[in-house]
């Protein structure tokens, strides 16, 4: 799963931040950092830090080898970047697949 909907600097921000929590160490800020008020004060409390989520990127392995590729054409509900589990068991049924890459948009509804 990869994140291709934010910059690099974006990610690699905030994967600091969590590594510096997750080791208890003091946040050093570089001067072209953009973090809001709510970032801030969610470090300050020792919060994890969210990913931003624009849009993902998947290799689907069906157990026996065969990977495919699929992104998100629309955001499904569930996936966490830094949260979902590498692993993670997602139903694919009646997906759109363009010049060898799955569409991927939440169901319409639940069966």
């Known amino acids: 799963m990869t994140e291709i909907g934010s910059s690099a ?3 690699q921000t905030v994967a600091e931040q969590r ?5 208890g160490t003091t946040l050093i800020r570089r001067m ?8 801030e004060e969610a470090i300050k409390e ?3 830090p969210v990913y931003p989520r624009g849009m993902l990127k998947f290799e ?8 495919v ?3 998100e054409y629309k955001k499904v509900a569930g996936i966490l970047l ?4 590498l692993g993670a068991k997602l139903r694919v049924k009646n ?5 060898g890459v799955c569409e991927l948009s939440p169901p319409l509804h639940h069966d």
């Open 9 to 11: 600097f974006q990610l």
């Open 19 to 23: 590594k510096d929590i997750i080791n």
């Open 32 to 39: 072209d950092d953009e973090m809001d008020e709510e970032d």
């Open 46 to 48: 020792g919060k994890m």
């Open 60 to 67: 689907l392995t069906m157990g026996d080898g065969v990977v």
């Open 69 to 71: 590729d699929a992104i």
């Open 82 to 85: 830094g949260e979902t589990s």
């Open 95 to 99: 997906v759109k697949v363009l010049r």
